[in-house]
């Protein structure tokens, strides 16, 4: 395999009225090509923020870490990402090299021109093809993605689509430019669950086809399972454990990740009763010092949960968690 | 209507009319309620599943003669008081409001933020009129807010200051306060992460065993549903297609809809990929609604027969009713 991505001590501050709030903490993780990375976590634990970086796409407030270093490695040659300044110089990987599909397709496509007219206009400033050759291969990728009778949906408006088809055709524009590095954000969390399993099945074909990295968020460690190659679980900005799915799904080390599967109601076993992982994730503003979650851990082993930021350690080969019960040396 | 029986509904129908669409035509009518019948039993855990536009939120609110009942009727008898919600005077409805309440989908959007926790839990109290002093509304909000595990100290505070989780718990307290018997909860922990919505799933077990509620139970989730009602019943294009006891549904779902819902959650098992049975097509407009049994664009097993006639709910085994014209030889 290539290495497609490398995110390198990715720290990310915000300044807001109420004070500097750190988003992402010295997060760090790489993507080979083909491979799909799920990027898991609550709402508020900065999985879209860290996604939204790799393009640069965080709102002007944003501040990075001095250390943060993005390198997308391009047949061309390597991008480093945090140099890139200009709208014009961004370009190149927003839209081109890299796509996004977003949550609500519906929020995604502007209402008043058609879903064709903007999949065209992506295509002629990503690449030199002429509007004629935009259009047909905007109708092609429509078709390829499910959507009956692509020519007469490519002149409709985004209301006159379902959410499902909506979600299509953000699939179909994202990956029009043939994008090494897919991002998805939340793709499937507006959808029904049998829709769901329609574009989850889209999208693996589509990675098959087409060979470019993904980076699939989600809050649904189902639909991680059924996606990804390698999982990546955030808390509170930081990444507690990574690794391949079928180990940090199997065997979860970090015991906000226990937590996590503990809490899901399951199918197969109605029996044991749910259990919720104590207390609520802490506001950005007020971060506790050492582990970030040791105010909700069932584990925790004193004081040295409360000074130190646990450093991370190997579980197997391709697992790695940082949590004070796997290492005994935990930097101040 | 028997004893043990609270809310009998038979025919139901819930249309609306859809103005504005042709000056000379018909009318278009949404039909998103059809000749439903539902017993929900005194101190039921009911649920209530389907995708989006299946009618769900409708049948819950013409449950609480907040949807215009088309046709039908609708009974409510929890022993001291009985209403036929098809025709309600004015002080009845009132009446009726102290016995049935809602629980919202989102905590965000539905407290006031101008009123501090006390008040917003207090409100119901005041409007209906249930207290005669300022102590004894306090007396009653403390004690429900000490149920909902909120103390003293978050009553004085504003919503802002919450947690959806919390949040949602000063909605489950306000709909409580005035002591209903009958409660809809509609998509209430859907706008909650895992860790939390195991928390309020559990509250509102909790809560219910100690005050013998009856809840319906709203939800597009069915491992949720699966884990914290006794009942439940599928919708489909505002129809019921099947319903029974939760344990015999989830281990025999007759009706292909309920099946291929069933398999269309993502497994947490990496290595069971591809093995769901997959719907396709998207659930049809309900202004234009298929002939004979509603679900026959999807169903893998339509025959002729469904094309033309409509399946009507049956009783089969184990409190098990099921409206579909081949149940018998899918079973097989």
Sequence with gaps: MTRLLDVENLTLQFDTDEGRITAVDNVSFSLEAGEVMGLVGESGSGKSVTAKSVMKLNPSNAIYGEQTKITLHLDSGPVDIMSLKTSTDLQVVRGGAISMIFQEPMASFAPAISIGNQMVEQLLIHSDMNEKQATELSIEMLDRVGISDASTRFKQYAFELSGGMRQRAMIAMALSTKPKLLIADEPTTALDVTIQAQVIDLMKDLVTDFGMGIIFITHDLGVIAQTADKVAVMYLGRLVEQGSVRDVIRHPAHPYTKGLIAALPQLDDLDTPLTPIPGDIPSPLERPPGCVFNTRCSAILGDVCKQSIPKFATVTDEHQVACHLYNEGASK | ?332
């Design chain 2, 1 to 332: 209507m028997s004893d043990n029986v609270l809310i009998e509904a038979r025919d139901l129908s819930v249309h609306y009319p859809l103005r504005g669409k042709s000056l000379f035509g018909p009318v278009q009518v949404v039909r998103a309620v059809e000749n439903i019948n539902l017993d929900v039993g005194k101190g039921n855990f009911f649920g209530l599943v389907g995708e989006s536009g299946s009618g769900k939120t409708t049948l819950g609110k013409a449950l609480l003669k907040a949807a215009p009942i088309t046709r039908g009727t609708v009974n409510y008898n929890d022993g001291e008081e009985q209403f036929d919600l098809t025709n309600l005077t004015t002080a009845e409805l009132k009446n009726y409001r102290k016995r049935a309440q809602l629980i919202f989908q989102d905590p965000y959007a539905a407290l006031s933020p101008r009123m501090t926790v006390r008040d917003i839990i207090a409100e119901p109290l005041e409007v209906m009129g249930l207290t005669s002093s300022r102590e004894e509304t306090d007396e009653r909000v403390r004690e429900i807010a000490a149920k909902c595990r909120l103390n003293l100290e978050h009553l004085r505070r504003f919503p802002h200051a919450f947690s959806g989780g919390q949040r949602q718990r000063i909605s489950i307290a306000r709909a409580l306060v005035s002591k209903p018997q009958f409660v809809v909860a509609d998509e209430s922990v859907a706008a909650l992460d895992v860790s939390i919505q195991a928390d309020v799933l559990n509250l509102l077990k909790e809560i219910q065993q100690e005050m013998g509620l009856t809840f319906l139970f709203i939800s597009h989730d069915l491992s949720v549903v699966a884990h914290i009602c006794d009942h439940v019943a599928v919708m489909y294009l505002g129809r019921l297609v099947e319903t029974a006891p939760t344990r015999e549904l989830f281990a025999n779902p007759r009706h292909p809809y309920t099946k291929a819902l069933l398999s269309a959650i993502p497994s947490l098992d990496p290595d069971d990929r591809g093995k769901a049975q997959k719907l396709e097509g998207e659930i049809p407009s309900p202004t234009n609604q298929p002939s004979g049994c509603k679900f026959h664009t999807r169903c893998p097993f339509v025959t002729d027969q469904c094309r033309k006639e409509e399946p009507i709910l049956q009783h089969s085994s184990n409190g098990h009713e099921v409206a579909c014209h081949r149940w018998e030889e899918l079973m097989v």
